[in-house]
């Protein structure tokens, strides 16, 4: 194949958001006219961070963008437009109770007078259609046009703005396999007019159909890129969820003692429809760290928030201690033995306004060590605050700094601080080190294993295989809610193995499973 | 004082130097004067009206000049301390529902339902020294946490709003209270409508009789240390601070926010309730507004200054009640019209409530501090 100039090219792009989480990392990217490039990273890659700055949603904190050999700086959405720069949203940003033709127009109206021009509008529409080969009912309301349908409207709604260069963003995710191929139809049509796609996306089969070029993200970085024609399926997965750095925990056998908490035939469904969990069952027993593998969305999310309390099943119960603890509010079931790292620490885990040291006594001040007749013993809490300092390396200038002054590694570390000195015998850890540097990630995997060496059951969820592999002494994987795999020989098996079942490639029979 | 802290202070300071400015820039140009003088001359004739407003402006609550002597101006200071009274009260008030995030305006409504509360207190319970002014303000207190119920009570049965809810309980609590004071113990002797005397007994001791310094000043001050120590030393503070700060991770916590919401209401209606009538024991002797004294948006306005810290309430409410007591000083002296302090103060709040303003410093640290380390890790990472 011919290689074209490229049309979009990224240096060294970083992202730090304002609460000092590192969304992208000197990240390099080149994309060339003409083609179908696919972005590949799981959910937290920075993909998402990447695209918002290309359409001006977000500014990079540093880096340089050149479109058509000219270095660009694209202040929003109305620039990166104006640019040639159209992006279709996931959600779809369409006015439901317009027609498809006033929706395509909208901002840009013929004018008849002080009037909009509804013939003319209708004129426009056809045309663009009929050009990109992408046909629309113009005269219908958004309202009555099928998923499919309304994604076209919204990619025939940047070209008629003049995009040379279209960001989809998981355009199949809501999509009928039927409607795909017609998407996938329409790209290739538009790529023959010169038009350069970018196509985020986590569906492996999807990129090898249509997709020339592939550059995988993780954690903030770049992995690498490829011809799509140069690589198997399997070589991206392993792109995808592959190693990070050489991570050795040092561990010895588990020492597995009772069974703690037991999850019960657990189903439930959103409030969109769709069944996050279905049937699931599985049991935590003290002295073991369960790990749990799945692409982000397969049901982990709401299976932890029926553990911990934030989310009551539809079916099916959890027991701590054979206790049941499902539909039970959080506050009622911390105090039971439960403790619980939250995958999304500024929400649930830390308020960041509050100081260290009352971050760190958010569930236990009312104890007798922290207040005596509805009074804060401030000076133990400091005592309290500079031990869980010193445990936990929080580096930080005191405990009376405020949560919102420390990066993300030292946040989390501070709710682990909490989280692991409850005294509780499970702990739920989500995600514990997303998005945090290399060297506070790994003491929290230190500080995971050091729990279960006491006997604590510890469930951990992650992203990061590497991480899973290393720290479990068993995992379980997720697929669309169901546990599709069970390993209990973890030296047997490796990150491209626990791909496959995430990704859907391959599935255990309930025999394979065995006791989960 | 941490960095956070100090961040804040510069930019409260950098606001009210802007809004000094912009202040100073308006007199500069309203008092341009017309005619046939060359341009120089006009300058330099705005500039001396302009510089002479400004001294009976920012010195004139506590100078006053006889001759060519600067002597201190007791009546003035007095005035300026008296005003601070009501809107320090009303401050702490509202700092208490601002730390939990609730946005209960109804300070206002709150001091005035206390203060007609209390008038009946004042006119009727029995003459007992020290006893009769305790309870007074535990009338007060009473029926402004009573008012405050109102809305928390709503909103908890049925979500409305309590921005709404409290917002019309003050136009409630003006009607209603002006009701009852017209009905029940209107002076039927005075020309206007006021309250029948306050018993001597319910009046608070004066520490300048001339001027009518009463002790409220010391009242405010004392509440401001227990309001300090509730929010910032108890566990029902601590509560209410985190509902404040996030409320998700208070209720992951176990704290049951929903009471934290309500309570706090009502103990900042509590305190709110003695704003007004404090004034009255004080001051005037009598209940006599016929409009709503403002004191319980003030106190929004303070809130916002103090950043809920009650620490810093006292500060603000003095800051607040001296440039209008220099205002109208300046009013008097001066043919520059008092009001100008209204663009000061809305110049001072808007550039404290922005968070945009100057906010890029501090997010250049954070990223500073996020980097640090990471840009190290970017070889290391690709193994």
């Known amino acids: 194949m011919e ?25 390099n990217l080149k994309v060339h006219e003409g083609e179908i490039h696919a972005l590949l990273g799981e959910n937290g890659a920075g993909k998402s961070t990447l695209m918002k700055i290309l359409f001006g949603l977000e500014q990079p904190t540093s880096g340089s963008i050149h479109f058509r050999g000219q270095p660009i700086q694209i202040h929003s959405p109305h620039n990166a437009i104006s640019r040639g720069i159209g992006m279709v949203h996931q959600h779809f940003m369409l006015v439901p109770s317009l027609t498809v033709a006033e929706n395509v127009v909208l901002g840009m109206e013929p004018k008849k007078g002080l009037s909009v021009d509804v013939e003319k509008a209708f004129e426009m529409v056809e045309n663009a259609s009929k050009t990109f080969g992408l046909p629309v009912p113009a005269a219908k309301k958004v309202k009555d046009i099928s998923v499919g349908m309304r994604q076209r409207v919204e990619i025939v709604k940047t070209l008629i703005r003049g995009a040379d260069l279209i960001i989809l963003d998981e355009p199949t995710a809501v999509l009928t396999p039927q409607e795909t191929v017609e998407l996938f139809d329409a790209l290739r049509n538009l790529v023959e007019m010169q038009k350069t796609v970018i196509f985020i996306t986590h569906k492996l089969k999807e990129v090898k159909q249509i997709a020339d070029r592939i550059t995988v993200l993780r954690r903030g970085f770049v992995v690498d890129n490829a011809l799509v024609k140069d690589v198997s399926e399997r070589d991206m997965s392993r792109m995808m969820v592959g190693r990070d750095v050489e991570l050795t925990i040092e561990k010895g056998e588990p020492q597995v003692g009772k069974e703690l908490l037991r999850l019960e035939k657990l189903n439930f469904t959103r409030a969109d429809g769709v069944q996050a969990v279905r049937d699931l069952s599985f049991k935590l027993r003290a002295g073991e760290i369960l790990g749990i593998a799945g692409v982000e969305g397969n049901g982990q999310t709401e299976m932890v928030q029926m553990i911990t309390g934030i989310l009551s099943p539809d079916e099916g119960n959890v027991f701590l201690e054979e206790r049941l603890i499902s539909g039970q509010f959080p506050g009622q079931i911390r105090p039971l033995g439960m403790s619980h790292i939250p995958s999304d620490r500024m929400t649930r885990g830390c308020a960041l306004d509050t100081t260290i040291e009352e971050n760190l006594v958010s569930d236990r001040f009312t104890s007798p060590e922290f207040s005596s007749m ?31 002054m420390l990066s993300g590694g030292n946040i989390q570390k501070v709710v682990v601080a909490r989280e692991f000195t409850a005294g509780a015998c499970v702990i739920v850890a989500d995600q514990p080190t997303r998005g945090i540097d290399v060297a506070a990630a790994d003491f929290i995997r230190r500080q995971l294993v050091l ?33 599709v795999a069970h390993f209990t020989r973890i030296k047997d098996i490796n990150e491209t193995i626990l791909g496959e079942y995430m990704l859907g490639i391959k599935k255990m029979t309930p025999e394979e499973m065995g006791d989960l | 004082m941490k960095k956070g802290q100090l961040f804040e202070l510069y930019r409260t300071g950098i606001a009210i130097g802007i809004a000094l400015l912009l202040g100073y820039l308006i007199v500069f140009f309203t008092s341009f004067p017309e005619g046939a003088l060359s341009l120089g001359e006009k300058i330099a004739q705005a500039f001396s009206a302009t510089n002479e407003a400004f001294k009976y402006f920012l010195l004139g609550p506590v100078i006053k000049w006889r001759g060519d002597a600067a002597l201190f101006n007791d009546r003035g200071f007095i005035q300026w301390i008296n005003e601070t009274v009501p809107i320090m009260i009303t401050g702490l008030a509202v700092a208490i529902v601002f730390s939990a995030k609730i946005f209960n305006i109804g300070a206002e409504g709150q001091l005035f339902i206390g203060a007609v509360g209390a008038t009946f207190a004042a006119v009727h319970f029995p003459a007992i020294p020290v006893l009769h002014p305790i309870l007074v303000i535990a009338v007060a207190m009473l029926c402004g946490a009573g008012w405050a119920v109102i809305p928390g009570v709503i909103k908890s049965r049925l979500k409305a709003s309590e921005l709404v809810t409290s917002l019309m309980m003050n136009y409630v609590a003006f009607f209603f209270g002006l009701f009852l004071i017209k009905t029940f113990i209107r002076d039927q002797t005075a020309g206007s409508l006021v309250s029948e005397k306050f018993q001597d007994t319910a009046l608070l001791p004066l520490l300048n009789e001339r001027y009518k310094w009463h002790i409220g000043i010391l009242i405010a001050i004392g509440l401001t240390i227990f309001v300090w120590f509730l929010m910032k030393r108890t566990t029902w503070g601590y509560r209410v601070r985190l509902v404040g700060d996030n409320i998700h991770f208070a209720h992951f916590s176990g704290i049951k926010t929903p009471s934290v919401v309500f309570q706090a209401q009502v103990v900042s209606g509590a305190i709110a309730g003695m704003a007004g009538i404090i004034e009255l024991m004080g001051y005037h002797g009598r209940f006599l507004w016929l409009v709503s004294p403002g004191y319980g948006w003030d106190g929004i306005i303070i809130a916002t200054l103090a950043r809920n810290n009650p620490l810093y309430v006292p500060i603000a409410a003095l800051f607040l009640s001296y440039i209008r007591v220099g205002a109208k000083t300046m009013g008097r002296y001066t043919d520059i019209a008092p009001e100008i302090v209204a663009i000061l103060q809305a110049a001072i709040i808007l550039l404290v409530t922005a968070e945009a303003f100057l906010a890029k410093w501090k997010q250049r640290a954070i990223e500073k501090e996020a980097t640090r380390g990471e840009m190290t890790l970017e070889g290391g990472e690709k193994a």
């Open chain 1, 374 to 404: 509805g009074r804060i013993k401030v000076r133990q809490v400091t005592h309290f605050a500079h031990e869980m300092i010193d445990r936990f390396d929080i580096r930080t200038d005191g405990p009376k700094t405020t949560i919102r």
């Open chain 1, 3 to 27: 290689e074209n100039k490229p049309i979009l090219e990224l240096n060294d792009i970083w992202k730090v958001y304002p609460n000092g989480v590192v969304a992208n990392r000197g990240i």
């Open chain 1, 451 to 483: 729990e279960r060496d006491r006997g604590v059951g510890v469930l951990l969820v992650s992203a990061d295989l590497t991480e899973l592999l290393e720290a479990s002494d068993r995992i379980i994987v997720m697929f669309h809610g169901q546990a």
